[in-house]
């Protein structure tokens, strides 16, 4: 299953971004009103601390390292992930 941005909106769920570049996994953290957040998670638009536990994969390359990242590290248990469709 793909999700959109505008999904991702609707259901005010924050999110990362997730690119594989220059090989490695990239993630950007982003509030679900479409800001993208510091390392604090604070978004100044929405002025409240963001819970990014949703993946939004751009690539089926980050979405196949951000499958074993989930499944293998026990940090990521709470997390969920989806190719993102644009």
């Given at each position: 299953?793909t999700v959109?941005?505008?999904?991702?909106?609707?259901?005010?769920q924050?999110?990362?971004?997730?690119?594989?570049?220059?090989?490695q996994?990239?993630?950007?953290?982003?509030c679900?009103?479409g800001?993208?957040?510091?390392?604090?998670?604070?978004?100044?638009?929405?002025?409240?601390?963001c819970d990014?536990?949703?993946?939004?994969?751009?690539?089926?390359?980050?979405?196949?390292?951000?499958?074993?990242?989930?499944?293998?590290?026990?940090?990521?248990?709470?997390y969920?992930?989806?190719?993102?469709?644009?």
């Amino acid at each position: 299953m793909t999700v959109t941005l505008d999904m991702l909106k609707a259901h005010q769920q924050d999110y990362l971004i997730a690119k594989w570049e220059n090989g490695q996994l990239v993630m950007e953290p982003t509030c679900y009103c479409g800001t993208p957040l510091d390392e604090d998670y604070f978004c100044q638009e929405c002025q409240r601390k963001c819970d990014c536990n949703f993946i939004a994969c751009c690539d089926p390359q980050a979405f196949a390292v951000v499958e074993k990242l989930l499944q293998g590290n026990p940090n990521f248990k709470n997390y969920q992930a989806s190719l993102l469709d644009k």
